[in-house]
């Protein structure tokens, strides 16, 4: 059974940094981006930073450019999001998913438009940050 455990969130304050860490369990071969997500309260859900599994391919959501990282260590199985420079406006759940996509194309279609099309998730990370 495919199961994604996100750890990492936290309160802090603006400028501060957290590392979020999704540990991957049960996934299919197929299976080759996994990424993070986020939620803010009673907004939609968008995309953060995705990374393509079988290379070193990532992308990155405009708004978190040049201050997020995102990494994955395959030997642990898990997938990390290196946030600094946290603003208020980064505040919200945030969640893990990994999927198997043909193209990246469309993996970069579905990470635009909320992850919908993404088959596994985590059950989420709350994160935090107050000015």
């Known amino acids: 059974q495919a199961q994604l455990v996100e750890s990492g969130g936290g309160s802090v304050q603006a400028g501060g940094s957290l590392r979020l860490s999704c540990v991957a369990s049960?996934?299919?071969?197929?299976?080759?981006?996994m990424g993070w997500f986020r939620q803010p309260t009673g907004k939609e859900r968008e995309g953060v930073a995705i990374?393509?599994?079988?290379?070193?391919?990532?992308y990155y959501a405009d708004s978190v450019k040049d201050r997020f990282t995102i990494a994955q260590d395959n030997a642990r199985k898990t997938v990390y999001l290196q946030m600094n420079s946290l603003k208020p406006g980064d505040t919200a759940m945030y969640y893990c998913?990994?999927?198997?996509?043909?193209?990246?194309?469309?993996?970069?279609?579905?990470?635009?438009?909320?992850?919908?099309?993404?088959?596994?998730w985590g059950q989420g990370t709350q994160v935090t940050v107050s000015s």
């Open positions: 990374i393509y599994t079988s290379g070193t391919a990532t």
């Open positions: 049960g996934l299919t071969s197929y299976t080759n981006y």
């Open positions: 998913a990994a999927g198997s996509f043909s193209t990246e194309s469309q993996a970069l279609w579905m990470f635009r438009h909320g992850g919908h099309g993404f088959d596994y």
